[in-house]
């Protein structure tokens, strides 16, 4: 997510979260990234979902290419176990 993302110039984490898909279902982190290519008024957002089993929850880190999202990994784990 991280590397490619970055290299498409989305060099922005706007925000991490997490959340339960279902009862019983998979558990999803969602990743909002910005690029500011033509100008401040103009930014391009992307949201990006990654899906895990709820038993055994892991995802890639992106904390090695934007490093706000360590607190907000974090918290994920905290409320919903997912490791990344």
């Keep these: 997510i ?3 993302s970055y290299v ?3 060099n922005y984490l706007r925000s991490q979260c997490a959340y339960d898909v279902a009862p019983g279902g998979l ?3 969602v990743y909002h990234l910005t690029r500011i290519q033509y100008g401040v008024d ?3 957002e992307v949201c990006i979902k990654v899906f895990a089993p709820r038993r055994n929850p892991r995802i890639p880190s992106v904390f090695w290419v934007w490093k706000g999202a360590d607190f907000q990994e974090r918290e994920s784990y905290d409320m919903l176990g ?3």
């Design 8 to 10: 498409y110039g989305y």
């Design 42 to 44: 103009q930014p391009e």
């Design 2 to 4: 991280g590397v490619i």
């Design 27 to 29: 558990l999803a982190s």
């Design 82 to 84: 997912i490791s990344y």
